[in-house]
Structure formats: C-alpha cells, structure tokens
C-alpha cells in the first residue's frame, strides 16, 4: 500500500505518505499560504521516499468540514494529481482524522472531534475506536455549541479540536481536551488505507468537499 494523503481543511497545512501503515508526514500551520506550500510539501514527501505519482496506488484528502478556502485548495490539488496519474481517489473526514489523532496520540477510544466553524458554530462529530480505527457514532453536523448532541455511551469521551475553545458553551462532559489540535494528513492516510481497501475509492471528478454549512451568506438570524 502506497498511499499520499493531504489536508488543507484548517489553518494547517500536511501532506502524509502511507508506506503500508509506515507513515512520512510534512506538517506545518500556514494560514492563508496552503495554496503555496501544499505542493512542495507533496514533493517532498515523494523525494524523501524516492516515489513518484505514477507509483502510488491511491490518493486521500481532508474533504471536510473545515475552511471553505481551504476544502477548495485540498479537493483542487488532489483532482489535479489524480487526473494526472490516473489514480483513485479517497475522501476522508476531518472531523474523523482529529478522532483518529486522539487514538494516535491519547489512546482516547471515544472522541468528541469539535473544529471551529466561525459564525459563533462548530463542526461537530462523535466517534468511538473499532479495531484501530475511528468509527462514527453520531452525524457530522454544524450547530451552535449548546446544540451538540453526545451519544449515550459506556466510558469516558476526549476532545479534540479548536472548536473546543466552546468548552463553557458546549454541553458534553469529557475527561479532558486538547483545543489546539488539527486535522492531520498523518491520520487522513490511516483511515484512507482501511477505507482505500474495502473499495472507497473514487474517480478524480467524483472527489468533492463536504462543506456541512449550506448558507454562509446569510445572517445567523437568518439561518
């Protein structure tokens, strides 16, 4: 498995290559600059392995939630690298990724993944561990912070993310938290390989970014 997985999705920026579930990463927070770093980090990673694209057997992305600039900048690049080499195409959660970080990092088996989604809203997502993998247990949403829902399980919840910044507003109990957190391309390429596996690959055009908020032009009131 030889798999290049990348997210622009927040204010970081990472490119990961999964070496059969050896990991490469590049990782940096470059706000407002991943159209300019984004490819050079892919470069890297490639001439650091001594791979190129067309020796690949699939690419992921971060395909949402997170900044709209930034879904654009990831979803572009990978249709264009994909395009190019001819090869499928992965889309991964952000909010699943920082799951995946808190298993990774914190052995946390329940995660309450939390970005910020600006407008006074969160991205939101629950997810619990299933054979080394972060599952979803509830549905990704944006909402206020009072509005989350956590589901009704056994054990203790961790959170990860900037949207837990809302820690006061927010009406979930976790055992503790780590705000600055970001997707990582780290984690994107894990559940890319699992899902690359079980036939979740898709065609360049077919790879698109989930965006979850529908209505950013109008007024909180008005939404």
Known sequence: MKLLALDTATEACSVALNLDGDVIERFELT??????????????????????????DALAFGRGPGAFT???????????????????VVPVSTLAALAQ??????????????????????????????????????????????????????GY?????????????????????????WPRAHDIALLAAADFKRGKGLPAEQAMPVYLRDKVALKKSER
């Open 101 to 154: 970080q808190g298993l990774r990092e914190h052995q946390a088996a329940k995660v309450l993944s939390a970005i910020d989604a600006r407008m006074d809203e969160v991205y939101w997502g629950a997810f619990s561990e299933s054979d080394g993998l972060m599952v979803p247990v509830a549905a990704e949403i944006v909402t206020l912070p009072e509005n989350v829902v956590v589901p009704v399980m056994d």
């Open 31 to 56: 706000p407002r600059r991943h159209s300019r770093d984004l490819l050079p980090m892919v470069e890297d990673v490639l001439a650091q392995a001594g791979l190129s694209l067309k020796q690949l």
């Open 157 to 181: 919840w961790f959170g990860m993310g900037t949207g837990w910044a809302f820690r006061h507003r927010l009406s979930a109990t976790v055992v503790d938290c780590q705000i600055e957190a």
């Open 70 to 88: 930034g879904l654009r900048v990831a979803t572009a690049m990978v249709q264009g690298l994909a395009f190019a080499v001819d090869l499928p």
